[in-house]
């Protein structure tokens, strides 16, 4: 079980450049199903949850393989399985995003339930009221989901909630669906627009990509293309969190800076100060950011909320941000009712917090970070404590890496790049390693974990 061994307090400076958004990836991957002709994806990240999709989509019948270091070719002539192995499918929650193209393009499949990040109730009832009004039926036999359509129709659509992936398999569904359909309510982030752009390089025709309203009009036959993968808005506001726990000087070189309006305006209550060079994000060194009080000297907030509100997945970033500014904020998480529980992790390595309930966690900063030994519970927070390790005092492990290596392509390296003391490590072969110091930690960190827990 490999982990992570940090050595923080150190200043980084240099140049990064984010992968392809691996929320993009998997429905685009997703969406070569739709096609028996060759699709080439570029930019894709070469990370655990793209590896395993891939891997979903070959059980399947599709050819796919890597024709560059982050290029993927797929081809789906002939889809042989309508099965997938349960244990694979638990693996990723993009698992779900199989439905809509299988749908359309063999009539149905078994869908086993998705897994992925541990971050709270995540409805699927979306997904398949919007397949049943496209003419799908859907039947649940011991735990798993039977799909079955005999030809899908367009139709007009209000859901309940604008869920990303509910309005990819949505989206995906329509484009072969007989007819026009009208999606309200759609979920309109970044990599929804890639997932639209690439449907119609296939020959989908799609208004309205990046609002609210979807009008898809439907083809019998899309065709193979080839698009790139747009930068991920969510690796660049880690690394924006990173440079201001650190107080590091970091470009990011083709930031997307079209998709980050919220998140640079999340960022400036807590302080701090980027700068928008073109194409990329430049972020000042030796900051000492303040917290921006709201007008009548209020406490501020960050929350997050459907596109184009700040993202949800950087509420866990903005939180370990907040620890290393002066003043106090309040991170309010609407979404996910488990996502903030790693708070108390945080509160073992020496910052200042109060977790109020499932979705609010109150800072008080600036707080001196000192090493631990934490274990990452989900991509997000585990990008948060290795953030967090990066700029405390001292020797940190960060176990269950494969976590955070599920969102982020060969993290430790790009790290090691700007100046990181990292390195990985066995968890068995550097047990000896761990000193009286490192174990008196762990005690302290267990302590801080009851008192916030009670």
């Known amino acids: 079980m490999p982990k992570f061994i940090v050595h923080g307090g150190k200043r980084l400076q240099g140049t990064v450049v984010p992968n392809g958004n691996k929320n993009a990836a998997l429905p685009m991957l997703a969406a070569t199903l739709l096609t028996d002709e060759d699709v080439f994806l570029e930019n894709v990240p070469r990370i655990k ?30 889809i042989g399985g309508t099965q997938l192995d349960a244990g694979a499918a638990a693996r990723i929650r993009a698992s779900i995003l199989l439905a809509g193209p299988m749908l359309a393009r063999a009539g149905g499949m078994q869908l086993p339930p998705p897994g992925g990040d541990v971050i709270g109730r995540r409805r699927v009832d979306t997904h398949f009221f919007a397949l049943q009004k496209l003419g799908a039926q859907v039947v649940e036999e011991n735990g798993v989901w039977r799909l079955q359509a005999d030809g899908l129709k367009g139709a007009n659509m209000f859901l309940d909630e604008p869920s990303v992936t509910g309005t990819e398999n949505a989206v995906m569904a329509a484009s072969m669906a007989e007819g026009e359909t009208v999606i309200r309510n759609a979920a309109a982030e970044p990599h929804v627009q890639d997932l639209c752009h690439m449907l119609v390089k296939m020959g989908c025709e ?32 880690s690394f924006i969190g990173l440079a201001a726990v650190t107080k590091s000087e970091i470009t990011i070189k083709d930031a997307a800076v079209e998709h980050l309006d919220s998140t640079l305006i999340g960022f400036g209550r807590l302080g701090l100060k980027v700068e928008i060079r073109g194409d990329d994000l430049f972020i000042p060194g030796g900051q000492d950011p303040e917290v921006i009080l709201d007008m009548g000297g209020h406490i501020p907030k960050v929350d997050d909320g459907p596109w184009p509100a700040f993202p949800a997945d950087l509420t866990s970033i903005a939180l ?13 998480e609407k979404m996910f009712e488990s996502r903030m ?7 073992g390595m020496g910052a200042r917090l109060v977790l109020c309930d499932p979705h609010r966690v109150l800072v008080i900063g600036p707080s ?31 176990f269950n890496t494969g976590q955070i290596e599920r969102g982020y392509e060969r993290i430790d390296e790009r790290l090691q790049a700007l100046g990181a003391d990292i390195r990985r490590a066995d968890s068995r072969g550097d047990a000896a390693d761990v000193d009286d110091a490192t174990r008196r930690l762990a005690v302290r960190q267990s302590q801080a974990e009851q008192e916030v827990r009670g």
């Open 49 to 78: 949850d793209v590896l395993t999709l891939i891997e979903l989509l070959r059980v399947l019948g599709a050819e796919a393989e890597w024709t560059g270091p982050n290029e993927v070719r797929v081809r789906a002539a002939d």
């Open 206 to 237: 799609i208004e309205g990509i990046g609002t609210g309203t979807l009008r898809i009009q439907g083809r019998k036959r899309l065709s193979g293309c080839r698009t790139r993968i747009t930068a991920d808005h969510i690796e660049v506001g």
């Open 320 to 332: 370990v941000t907040a620890t290393q500014v002066r003043g106090t904020i309040l991170v309010h």
């Open 341 to 347: 529980f790693f708070a108390d992790k945080l509160v």
């Open 368 to 398: 001196k970070l000192h090493g631990a030994i934490v274990e990452s519970p989900d991509i997000r927070a585990g990008m948060a404590l290795l953030i967090a390790a990066l700029g405390a005092e001292g020797r940190s492990e960060i």
